[in-house]
T-cell receptor, first 112, second 110 residues
Framework: DAKTTQPTSMDCAEGRAANLPCNHS???????VYWYRQIHSQGPQYIIH???NNETNEMASLIITEDRKSSTLILPHATLRDTAVYYC?????????????FGPGTRLSVLP | DTAVSQTPKYLVTQMGNDKSIKCEQN?????MYWYKQDSKKFLKIMFS???????INETVPNRFSPKSPDKAHLNLHINSLELGDSAVYFC?????????FGNGTRLTVT
C-alpha cells in the first residue's frame, strides 16, 4: 500500500475550518483514501473516504487533487471536541483489512 | 448498544502470567481484528480473522493467540506475559470497508 505523509501537528482556532493535508504521491489507481481520527483514550473513529471525487458527510469534507497525489480533510467548523490525532490511510478495499496501515498521523489541537 | 465492546478496560498483571481480553461486535461484520498501540502511539495490526481464516502479522509472537468462538467474538489470549507487552490493545471489525474500533484495553505488565 502507498505510504502517506502528514504534518506531525497542527493548531486550529475553535469555530474556524481545520484543513489537514496528506501526501500520497505513490497511490495506485485502485487505492482509496481513508481518514480516521483518535480522540484521547478512545479507539480510532472512521471519518470519511474517497477514490477520486470530493466527498462530504456530516463530519467532514475530503478534497482529493486531480492527480490523486494528495488530499485534504476539512473540518468546516472545528470544536474543542475535534482535538485528536487524524490518520490518513490509502488502501485497496478488500475483506481482510490487513492493509489498514496507520502512520503517526497529525495531532490536531483546537484552541479556544 | 455499543458496536464493538472490549473487556476489561484495564488489566494489570505480573510477568509470566496468562491473560485474556474479550471482544464482541454486534454489527454483523465478517472480519474482526486485534491492533496494538504502544507507548509511541503507533497502531499496528496483529491479527485479522475472517470466516475462520486467520491472517497473522508475522511480527506477533506466538504467545499471542486469537480465539473466535463465533462470528461476533474474537478474544485475545496472551501467554507468559512480558514487560514489553504493556500497551493498549484495540479490537475492531469491518465488512470490507470501514473499521469500527472498540475503546481499547490498557494492559500493564509489572
Amino acid at each position: 500500500d502507498a505510504k502517506t505523509t502528514q504534518p506531525t501537528s497542527m493548531d486550529c482556532a475553535e469555530g474556524r475550518a481545520a484543513n489537514l493535508p496528506c501526501n500520497h504521491s505513490t497511490i495506485s489507481g485502485n487505492e482509496y483514501v481513508y481518514w480516521y481520527r483518535q480522540i484521547h483514550s478512545q479507539g480510532p473513529q472512521y471519518i470519511i473516504h474517497g477514490l477520486k471525487n470530493n466527498e462530504t458527510n456530516e463530519m467532514a469534507s475530503l478534497i482529493i487533487t486531480e492527480d490523486r497525489k494528495s488530499s485534504t480533510l476539512i473540518l468546516p467548523h472545528a470544536t474543542l471536541r475535534d482535538t485528536a490525532v487524524y490518520y490518513c490511510i490509502v488502501r485497496v478495499r478488500d475483506n481482510y483489512g490487513q492493509n489498514f496501515v496507520f502512520g503517526p498521523g497529525t495531532r490536531l489541537s483546537v484552541l479556544p | 448498544d455499543t458496536a464493538v465492546s472490549q473487556t476489561p478496560k484495564y488489566l494489570v498483571t505480573q510477568m509470566g502470567n496468562d491473560k485474556s481480553i474479550k471482544c464482541e461486535q454486534n454489527l454483523g461484520h465478517d472480519t474482526m481484528y486485534w491492533y496494538k498501540q504502544d507507548s509511541k502511539k503507533f497502531l499496528k495490526i496483529m491479527f485479522s480473522y475472517n470466516n475462520k481464516e486467520l491472517i497473522i502479522n508475522e511480527t506477533v509472537p506466538n504467545r499471542f493467540s486469537p480465539k473466535s468462538p463465533d462470528k461476533a467474538h474474537l478474544n485475545l489470549h496472551i501467554n507468559s506475559l512480558e514487560l514489553g507487552d504493556s500497551a493498549v490493545y484495540f479490537c475492531a471489525s469491518s465488512q470490507g470497508n470501514d473499521l469500527h474500533f472498540g475503546n481499547g484495553t490498557r494492559l500493564t505488565v509489572t
